[in-house]
């Protein structure tokens, strides 16, 4: 067993099939975590309920928030309760592939980095089918360079050093950027960021997930996060202004297009490879 926590917010309208194969993808790890910290973001359906009772075991941490507080409140709040110190992120409806910790223990373990990333393959409903290849930068320069413009670690696929996470304020809350603002306040305190050059994270991305990423509250998120880059120190003042003028020009796209755009900007098919045994596991 790895000192690994693995950290699955859920909120009430997670479904039961979809929460059951995250868990089955992390307990089938060749290198398992030896925790699992599920943070019910407010209430959730009772069959949730049944179906953690009923799985109950030392490997198991349950912590429940009496109301939805978003994603940033739920994370921090399994960060809070885990027992160990490096905390993997996944999603309720992602699926983690077998070697996922494995491969990234090997580069967590030397001690150099504060979060650990991976590619993503991506999928719409069925993950035996895989529709693209998301991929980021892997090396530490390359990370730190692509800060400035996006994300640069898919977000599901990270393995966080808690240490470095609570040095840096820990998970703050800015609308569907949760994970962009802490990884760019660990780079601008000079904390080495790095992942894996493979697919390790199976990930939902259907419409609704184009959907979600527009809209005026969607617009607040993007000026507050280049406003936050700017504060660390990572972009100047009209750098954070074109940075919000081009991705408001892309969230104000038709949704099609925002797809068609989306899989010209990260879709790598030389990288993805079929993972159908794996995910059915």
Do not use: C
């Amino acid at each position: 067993m790895l000192p690994v926590s693995f950290v699955l917010p859920i909120y009430h309208k997670v479904e039961l099939a979809e929460f059951e194969r995250a868990i089955r993808s992390i307990r089938a790890q060749t290198s398992p975590a030896d925790e699992i910290v599920v943070v019910f973001d407010g209430p959730v359906t009772p069959d949730i309920v049944a179906y953690l009772e009923s799985v109950d075991g030392p490997w198991l941490t349950v912590v429940k928030l009496e109301e939805n507080g978003g994603t940033a409140v739920a994370m921090q709040a399994g960060i809070d309760a885990a027992r160990n110190r490096w905390i993997a992120r996944q999603d309720a409806d992602d699926v983690s592939l077998p070697n996922r910790l494995e491969l990234q223990w090997e580069l967590a373990s030397t001690g150099e980095y504060a979060a650990v990333g991976g590619q993503m393959l991506e999928f719409d409903d069925d993950p035996n089918d895989i529709i693209r290849t998301r991929t980021l930068p892997h090396t530490v320069e390359g990370i730190a360079r692509y800060v400035k413009i996006n994300s640069p670690i898919n977000n599901p696929t990270v393995l966080l050093d808690r240490d470095a996470v609570n040095a840096v304020g820990g998970v703050h809350q800015v609308h569907l950027m949760e994970d962009y603002d802490l990884f760019a306040r660990l780079i601008s305190r000079g904390y080495k960021l790095i992942a894996v050059n493979e697919p390790v994270v199976l990930f939902q991305a259907n419409d609704g997930m184009f959907k979600r990423r527009t809209g005026r509250e969607m617009a607040r998120a993007e000026w507050h996060m280049q406003s936050n880059l700017v504060d660390y120190g990572i972009v100047s003042r009209p750098r954070a202004i074109g940075n919000f003028a081009l991705r408001q020009a892309f969230r104000l796209l038709p949704v099609p297009l925002i797809k068609r755009t989306y899989a010209m900007l990260f879709d790598r098919k030389s990288a993805s490879a079929a993972p159908t045994s794996k995910a059915s596991k």
